[in-house]
């Protein structure tokens, strides 16, 4: 698909991407293939989920991503082949996969050499014919499985870990994204992340420990360790909890704002933590962006609830000048700190 569909076209294609932002339960309110202002909206707010270009335009890249959600896991067989295959089921598979301690690569909907290497493993230990093929047999297998059974053994002393101490003594560990010579990614308006994740990560500090938390960071300020050293470190430290500190961006800019929090697919106790961060963090203003499982190394190589916060876009102008507020600063860590004692909350009641 090469042409525009935008606002005023009325035809045939026009129903059918109507027909998939519904199937994605996005409301559509404008009459079957005429794309009036409720399509675009509903457009617009894909476009937000799926972290695209947000202008409201059906073009290439918008179509690529509305077939790509379409699929549901167990519609088509999922193999390794030329072109790979890309889709929502191949992510749901490589987040289940890596749920249950089997390394299906990271999570990007592409079912590449990793994936293929992860539902090999997976069919070998569930006794599926290892073909690498994941079709009916592997698909019942995985049904017949509760994701949050016991996975890896670090994982289980995680869930243990956070039983038995509350915030009160607890050793956090605080990640600054970038620092030194790398300064992550730049505002339309010149602001840098990484002095920004610095600052908040001050600010943070200060607050958790006023809660009676024990306070390391993974970095002095002149440094960038690459993520798996920043996770040896805290692994090094024997920290009970883990939260590294990032802003979000998107290439060349666009409309793509708002607060994203990421956390270990296989670690439900990183899940609960990243969904109260959210919750706080959302609650200031900031554009909801949601939680999600990635596999990244700080994620994936700590042996504690680990998250990565992301309160906004660099590169999204309102969300720099937002963060550029020492007062919005100090509201986004208020906010950070509340989310983590509403995890200990639970986890004491
Ligand atoms: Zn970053």
Redesign the pocket.
Known sequence: MKELIREGDHSQKVADVQARLRALKLRVDDAGGYFGASTKQAVREFQQQRGILVDGIVGPNTWNELVEASWRLGDRPLYLKVPVLRGDDVLVLQSRLNALGFDAGREDGIFGRSTYEGVRAFQREYGVAEDGIFGHASHAALLGLRVDRPDTASRLREELRRLETGLAGALVMIDP??GGSDP??IGPNGSA??GI?WDLSLRLAERLARAGARIRFTRTEIEHPDPSERARRANAAGADLYIAI????HPGGGSAEGATTFHFGGSRSGESLAEKLQEEVTSLGFKDCRSHARSYPVLRETRMPAVLV?PGFITHPDDEKRLNDPNVRSAVADAIARGVERFYEEAAS
Request: charged share 25%.
């Open positions: 994204g970038h992550g990614e992340e990484a994740c990032h802003l979000n961006a992301e």
